[in-house]
């Protein structure tokens, strides 16, 4: 049996706007998760607020707004890094101080910092990433607090508004939440590269701040239809996509946050008996047309039906509340946090909260005017939501 839990669930209706305010005057009535007991404590703000932590460069005194001649140099300082291999097993200090230079400069400095996206130091990171990865497992462990965010798809003035209202994580390991993407980083969006290099470099740096699952997305035969297979050929090569594909392959496919929210891109599956199934899927993995690692990674919660239906997306299945709340109580867990469907709101609820839809792309391929969300759980496990406003570029 698994360990009893000493934290509880609750969730906040909750929400903030893009500008600087918190969440005073919204509505924060707390309310209930399941069967855990709600909270009287006050709302936490939320709202947008100073970056956690300067970015390096400004922390050794160098100006925020970098010169051209700064992010020249740092050019030079990522081209001259020795890449990854026998010599190099991990990053030392003056690679992760580039690193986290370069990742500073992509979040702060956007889009003058673009240029700092060559294939060397995309490759770079790739191959530095895929290691830390493997070292976790598959059903990756999560402590609160943390943030939770949903689909990006190459949208990377979003995952920028996302850093911005939650900070960038620390070097020290103590302080700040922790970040959880819950996939599909990219396709469709124009910056899909700027948008996994960064979070991949985020891992690198901060792997136990920083945590990306697997969306159905990031797997070889979707990337070549919608898009980002296009934009690595096309700004880089065909050999850097398969070396992409390669780190895509060993991505985890779950999280488990406290040991009360269990994490996914798509939903769950008639296969999932025991959470031990998900730590078994062996990597590096290609998602089959079906079976357990796939509906994970495609399923969808359905209203107004029962049990398990065929997907319209031709892929996996949908399921109803009932499935929910028996799964819930069969792995033992308090709710299901998934991304995978365009919602209005950025977030949305489903079996009387026991699930949980975030999605963080706004204004959706310029063709939705959803907003996006990041769900935020505190140190207590009490969760809100911080929403972003489509800004229509
Ligand atoms: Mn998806």
Redesign the pocket.
Known sequence: MREKRSRSLSLEKASSRSSSSSLAGEDDEPHAVGSSTTTTHPSPAVGRKQLKTEPAAAAKGTPRALTAADLTALQHRLEALEPPGAHSATAGDAEREALHDFVSALLTQWPRSGALLTERIVKHVLLRVRPVLLSQPMLVPVAAPVNVCG?IHGQITDLIEIFKAGGIPPLTATAGASYLFLG?YVDRGKYGSEVFIILATLKVLFPTRMYILR???ETDTICRVYGFFDEVKRRFSVKLFKTFTDVFNTLPVCALIEDIALCM??GLSPELRQLRQIEAIPRPLVVQDTGLACDLLWSDPEEHTRGWQPSERGVSFTFGEDIVERMCQQLGIDIVLR??QVIDNGYSFFAKRKLVTIFSASNYCGEFTNSGAMMVMDERCKCSFQIFKPQYE
């Open positions: 689909d599909d969306g159905n997305h891109h798509g991304a995978h």
